[in-house]
């Protein structure tokens, strides 16, 4: 596994967490970076990402509660999570869109994170 993440757990609503995803520089590098999440019984879904020259986007549903962000210096993006709600509840995983040669593109994920939001 090449994309470690970091940063779950357990919070009550309203609070914060940040999650952090460290690839190598290899990869990071020539990478677009995402979040995405699974709640159980529902499909994986984009909660962020984030280009290679710092454009965000975001769904939705986090728009205004939580920011994605990248450390070139550390290879590592970050998903800051605020005034989390119940409904935020499921395994985080970090994704590489990573930019291979003639065009290719490649995904790797993360072996994901829990976070657990109680009401």
Known sequence: VQLVESGGGLVQAGGSLRLSCTTPKTIFSRSDMGWYRQAPGKQRDLVADI????????ADS???RFTISRDNAKN???LQMNS???????VYYCRAKVFESRGQEKLQWGQGTQVTVSS
């Open 84 to 90: 989390l709600k119940p409904e935020d509840t499921a």
């Open 76 to 78: 590592t993006v970050y």
């Open 62 to 64: 986090v728009k205004g």
């Open 51 to 58: 280009t290679n020259d710092g454009t965000p986007n975001y």
